[in-house]
């Protein structure tokens, strides 16, 4: 009988154990270290705690839990009290998620405010000593939505002459949602000469009304895949699938003057 209770003892914990470990987890998402995350879940379900208890619960050697607990202190998401011993309590979970997330963007904006900084150190850095290859040819595979988004945004802000894009429905509707369709306006008044095919019906009222600027046509059958060339010397393709995640989109990117040439031809000759 009491080795039956013990069982069903430790089947109820077990599903207590994995939400711990799950929240674990994605604490660490958090720019949290393992220990750190496993203090800190403690501390948010256990309130009030010395050093001892942490210790004690975690496994975790006391000396270290020191250095872990100081490491959530200053990160403003754990507090102390004057008891002696000294103990430690946390914020609610929504508090701790909403000051760490908040972290993570300034430490975000930061970065991107001193990105032009960053360049001009780099390239005095580097001016010595490496030997620039902007020419060599480059074959990258770009995984999510967001990084896709990102690359192309970053070949449209470099457009010196055209851009050609072909795109499926979903990718219509997504380019208008991350606002690359804006950015495709905005070349047009640069000088830049805008070209879009799409099955998509309608697409200049994705287009702001500006169907003059940017020429559009639509294609009678739907097309395997979506890419963006620009000025003739690179591209990238996106595929995908009907099922297919916006973490798991993938595009390929490549500046190798032959493939570019090859879907140039397509965009003006066949599709």
Known sequence: MESIQKMSRIDAEAPIMDIEKNLVAELQKLDLTLNEARILVYLMTHGHSSASDISRYTGIQRTETYNYISGLLSKGIVFSTFDRPQKYYSMSLEEVVDCLVQSKRNALDVFENKKKEYTVMFDALVSNKVIRQDDKQRYNVVMGEN??????????????????????????????????????????????????????????????????????????????????????????VILEGQQVRKSEMCGFYTNNLSLVSVFKFLFENVM
């Open 147 to 236: 990084a896709i988004n990102a690359k192309i945004s970053r070949m449209l802000a470099d457009a010196k002459e055209d851009a050609l894009i072909l795109l499926t429905d979903r990718n219509m509707v997504n380019f208008y949602h991350s606002g690359v369709t804006d950015q495709l306006i905005e070349l047009t008044t640069r000088g830049v000469h805008v070209k879009l095919r799409t099955p998509c019906k309608n697409p200049e009222e994705y287009m702001a009304g500006d169907k003059s600027q940017i020429l559009c046509n639509t294609t009678e059958k739907a097309v395997p895949a979506s890419f963006v060339l620009v000025d003739g010397r690179e591209i990238i």
